[in-house]
């Protein structure tokens, strides 16, 4: 085994991990350290399809990469095979339009993009402070949700507002899950070969939602805006609706804007609509014994992601491919015959017995024979771009 990378998504309570060797190609090790800051830490380490918990006796961040060093300590063939650590980072503005060596400079750029992920960024940043001090010597990457938007255009990525909020304070259109979306797009120039791949659009669809629309491997438009709570209705977040709402629910609830704004991001999407769940299964199931509430929610999530797509496609000169990836767009048949059918006057459409029985964790390509665009079904590998950036920039 050789070049392994250790690659961290540090949030504010909870932090992911996972060891990538052999080019990104073997993944060795992942887990989560969840509920940080609580008296009920713990870590999960998921190693040869075994599953491992321990509970944090101090529920730091700083332990959970203790544990994670110990635990390689004790492999000491991963350990010395590890050549660097990629962190992943929601926010990089308007200053990172590609992953970057961390340094001084990058760790104060990062810090400077948190006014817009002010939940995210810090955590991302203790996260890569604590690697440093544990794991002295080892470079160390930043890769970003943000940069793949970076080639959006002024006319896409501008709120129509004065022009000043976005000259002094940069507020703009970002965009997220773009390691997703560049994901997608490598891996649909290898598995679409030889078809026309000018212009793509893909529907990250899990807990969080977006859209992109991607021409000649390039972003151009995406749902997301200056955060994630704009477009696609989502578990818990609304997407977009008339900003006038923000200040009825302030008044009616008489409540500050910024718990008004904590309804729009926490609690509404498919759980404000379905009380039941944010979960797209739990509402599956509910909606298969009967329950219209879930069925409601899930036909609004439906529809509002179609609508999205359908807007989106006014960049491209031509929808070759719709890529469905996420926790959701992987795995609820039911969602995407919904969204597809809510799509025919674009000549999209799918085969419903090739949708249905999709092999998990596959690509599968589900188009319908009369189909003007290929369906795909391409499950998403986040770890491994950030794998491979890392071991990219740490070889220059
Ligand atoms: P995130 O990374 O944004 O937290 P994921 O991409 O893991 O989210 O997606 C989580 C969503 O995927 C949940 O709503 C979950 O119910 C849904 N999901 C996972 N498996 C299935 C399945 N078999 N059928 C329907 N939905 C599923």
Known sequence: MKDSILV?????SSLKFAVLANA???SLIEGIADRLGTE???ITFKFESKKKTILLEDGSHKNAVAQIKEWLNSHPDIADSLVGIGHRVVHGGETFSQSVLINETVLDGIKECAQFA???NPAHIKGIEIAFELFPGLPQVAVFDTAFHQTIAPEQYLYPIPMHFYRQHHFRKYGFHGTSYRYISQRLEQVAKGSDQQGVLVAHLGNGASTCAIDKGLSVDTSMGITPLEGLMMGTRSGSIDPS?????SQAEGISADAALDILNKKSGLLGVSEISNDCRTLEDAMVSGDQRAKLALDMFAIRTAKHLASMSTTLESIDHLVFTGGIGENSSYLRQAICDHLKALNITIDSTLN???PRGDT???SSASSGTNVWIIPTNEELMIALDTISLISH
């Open 356 to 358: 249905e029985t999709a």
């Open 364 to 366: 599968t390509n589900i």
């Open 40 to 42: 009920e830490s713990n």
């Open 8 to 12: 961290i998504n540090c949030g504010s």
């Open 24 to 26: 990104g190609q073997d």
């Open 118 to 120: 002010p939940l995210h």
């Open 245 to 249: 709402l923000l200040s009825f629910i």
